[in-house]
């Protein structure tokens, strides 16, 4: 019996698939429960008295013992949410940094300030944020910044773009006593990142180009040569890691979007972590302005926690 929280950052949802798969393949018997709400082991009351309830059926099953079939109706119908039959479990093909071709946009940015309401929702608790986004036509170039405004205090992330490519050339956040400064040059990021004066440097091989990363991103998603089913994958820089990371992006289908700044047709866009599913994106594009109306992220660095913005 596997049992998994889509959002653990520690051991990924893409962990489990193969342990699961490996299993079916084998032909050994393997039930298989996987939460989306829950992240590295479970905390909601509801996803663990079903998780308890199936656990004890299987002891029950492999050890001839007894176990208290009847449930409530809340338990039995999580339960059912969060089963997964083994036979759909597929493991897609990674791709490798070195190997992807970097997306060509066909659009350019509108310069201009976009401004958002959002929220962060960890279970029962929510804290609210402004973020805005201001696109400047610069030398040569685009600028990007984000700015994000909390009850801890303002975050700002600036990020430097070529015209035509969008490639990244160079970003700067400022958080607090934590600031980062870094330079993209070819496949190479170089920089430094410090805490309280003390530096550490930056120096990753990111195996190509960098695309959509930091500030602006949706942006510069929006640049892309959008229409439903289109789909491409791009490279980022892992700052916490150190490494490079494989996105993967896909245009689900055309949505009707009502925000506070009115109603949109929109492209809704789904990105997404190769390597950590429950690490995932979803932009809503308005397909007139190109510009993002909407944003659903959910972090699992957070636990799950998911983030909502959507423009004034």
């Known amino acids: 019996m596997v049992v998994q929280g889509a959002n653990d950052p520690r051991v990924n949802k893409r962990e489990s698939d193969q342990i699961v798969i490996a299993l079916r393949d084998r032909n050994f018997p393997v039930e298989y429960l996987v939460a989306d709400d829950e992240g590295h082991g479970f905390a909601r009351p509801i996803n663990n008295l079903a998780m308890f309830a199936e656990a004890e059926k299987f002891f029950a099953k492999y050890l001839d013992a007894r176990y208290q079939e ?3 109706p809340e338990v039995a119908q999580r339960l059912k949410e969060i089963s997964v039959d083994p036979k759909t479990v597929v493991l897609t093909k990674k791709l490798e940094a070195g190997a ?20 962060i929702a960890a279970g029962p608790q929510t804290m609210q ?3 805005s986004t201001e696109i400047k036509d610069g030398n040569g170039g685009w600028t990007f910044v984000d700015t994000m405004k909390t009850p801890m205090g303002e975050a700002v ?4 773009v070529e015209k035509g490519s969008l490639l990244i050339r160079s970003r700067t956040v400022q958080q607090g006593p934590m600031s980062v400064e870094t330079t993209y040059q070819g496949s ?15 120096s990753v091989d990111l195996g190509g180009p960098a695309f959509a990363e930091a500030a602006g991103a949706p942006f510069v998603i929006g640049c892309l040569p959008l229409k439903d089913g289109y789909s ?27 925000v506070p700044a009115g109603s949109f047709d929109a492209f809704r866009v789904e990105v997404t972590n190769q390597d950590n599913s429950a690490e995932k994106v979803t932009y809503w594009i308005a397909k007139d302005t190109r510009s993002a109306v909407k944003i ?8 799950g926690a ?7």
Do not use: C, H, W
């Open 70 to 72: 009847g449930m409530t």
């Open 100 to 119: 992807i071709e970097t997306p060509k946009p066909e659009l350019a940015p509108k310069p201009g300030t976009y401004r958002y309401i959002a929220k």
């Open 129 to 131: 944020m402004d973020l």
């Open 157 to 160: 992330d600036t990020a430097t």
């Open 188 to 202: 190479k990021v170089t920089g430094k990142m410090s805490m309280s004066g003390k530096d550490q440097p930056i």
């Open 232 to 258: 491409t994958a791009f490279r980022n820089f892992d700052l916490q890691k150190q490494k490079p990371k494989v996105l993967q992006l896909q245009v689900a289908g055309s949505e009707k979007v009502t």
């Open 296 to 303: 659903a992220a959910t972090m699992p660095q957070m636990g």
């Open 306 to 312: 998911t983030l909502t913005a959507e423009l004034q």
